[in-house]
Every structure is written in structure tokens, then in C-alpha cells.
């Protein structure tokens, strides 16, 4: 799956299309078929592009359409519709899912918040690095140079989130307010919020408009 900073970016441009009225794609296929045929109403290649970039990162095949892939994740949504079968001519399963884009930008905070979660799986749990290769009979052992240890990327932390609402809260700050001096955008500090995860370069700047450093907010209270 993609990084959390590709679902960061996608969302805003799913959701932007939702504005003023939304999109609805209907769905239908032969009953015992797994064939499904779309067909997104208004028609929109702004958001069929959207969703084949958001499709291709999630399929696992080659041969799949991406278009199809992002459209049946949506389709599997519980705000999905339930199937029905004509009582006449040809027995045909069909459907209707309502609100496309804003579904698709729903998702797509969902997979950023999977994406930060398997980050900070990876950061509690890193992999051990690849041992040296021997050195040859007329030839001295080499050490193993010490690797530098870089900071990760993104950050997990519900103590920081803690210690940003309190400053908040006892300096009496809005929300956007704090976003602007923080050099970041409202969203991400809701994102923040709501999962804990955040990029490095953003836990710098909440930190330096709160007047501190980052691993300050990364200590326990």
C-alpha cells in the first residue's frame, strides 16, 4: 500500500469534487457473474483519474482495472446500497453507490491512517540489518561500519497530542490559528488528533510554535 503522506495528498482532491453536488456510480452484473459494469454519473475524468491513481495503489494485480478496483472498494462500503434483482427479463444484480467522491475521500483517510499505523509497527519492530559477507581467506576481517541512526520519517504519539490540546486549551488558541504558526494545514492537525500519527517536519513545527522542541512533546508526563 502507499505511504501515508500519497492518501494525505489524494483526499483533499477527492473531496474537493464533492462540492457542490456529488457523484453517484451505478454498478450491475449477469446474477452468478462476478463481471461488474460501472457507470459514474455525471461523468467526471477528473475523478476517474483520482481513483485509477488511488485503485493502482492498492491492487495487487496487473491485469486488474484500477478504475474497478477503487470503484468496488466503495461499492463494499457499509453506506453502499443493497443489491436488487428485476422481478422481469434477465436475471441482473444491480446498485447504486451515492456520493462517490466523498466516499473516496472517507477511504482515503482510512488508508492513511492504516499506512501511519504500519509505520509505527515498523518503527517499534525494525528489521535487523544485513550482515557483512565474509572476508576472503588472504584478506582481514572488516568491521561492520556502526549505521547512523536517522530519525523516522512519521511519528505515533498520544502524549504529544495531549500536550498540544493543553497548550491550546490554556492559551485559548483556534485550531487554524495554531495550523498557521505550526506551518501545517487544519486537516493534518485533525488528523493528528484523531490517530496520533504525524510527519517529522510537522511535529517540528507544532513544536516550535508551542515554543518547545519535538522530543520534548514525545516525553512521557
Request: hydrophobic share 35%; proline share 8%; glycine share 6%.
Amino acid at each position: 500500500m502507499a505511504d501515508p503522506k500519497f492518501w494525505h495528498d489524494l483526499e483533499p482532491q477527492f473531496r474537493e469534487l464533492s462540492s457542490p453536488f456529488d457523484l453517484r456510480a451505478d454498478w450491475s452484473y449477469p446474477f452468478g457473474s462476478d463481471r461488474v459494469t460501472w457507470h459514474i454519473a455525471p461523468r467526471s475524468s477528473r475523478f476517474e483519474n483520482l481513483a485509477r491513481r488511488a485503485g493502482a495503489a492498492v491492487s495487487n494485480s496487473a491485469d486488474a482495472d484500477s478504475l474497478e478496483v477503487w470503484l468496488s472498494l466503495l461499492k463494499g462500503a457499509p453506506s453502499a446500497p443493497y443489491p436488487a434483482i428485476q422481478d422481469k427479463g434477465p436475471p441482473i444484480v444491480f446498485g447504486t453507490v451515492s456520493g462517490i467522491c466523498e466516499a473516496s475521500a472517507n477511504l482515503c483517510m482510512e488508508f492513511e491512517t492504516k499506512a501511519l499505523e504500519a509505520e509505527r509497527r515498523r518503527q517499534l519492530n525494525p528489521m535487523e540489518p544485513a550482515r557483512p559477507e565474509a572476508a576472503g581467506e588472504d584478506q582481514q576481517p572488516v568491521a561492520a561500519p556502526t549505521p547512523h541512526k536517522r530519525k523516522p520519517s512519521s511519528i505515533t504519539s498520544e502524549i504529544a497530542v495531549r500536550k498540544m490540546e493543553a497548550f491550546l486549551g490554556s492559551h485559548h488558541i483556534k485550531w487554524f490559528a495554531f495550523a498557521k504558526s505550526a506551518k501545517t494545514t487544519d486537516r493534518t492537525l485533525r488528523t493528528f488528533r484523531r490517530t496520533g500519527g504525524v510527519s517529522r517536519d510537522t511535529l517540528d513545527g507544532i513544536a516550535e510554535a508551542m515554543g518547545t522542541k519535538a522530543d520534548d512533546l514525545l516525553k512521557p508526563e
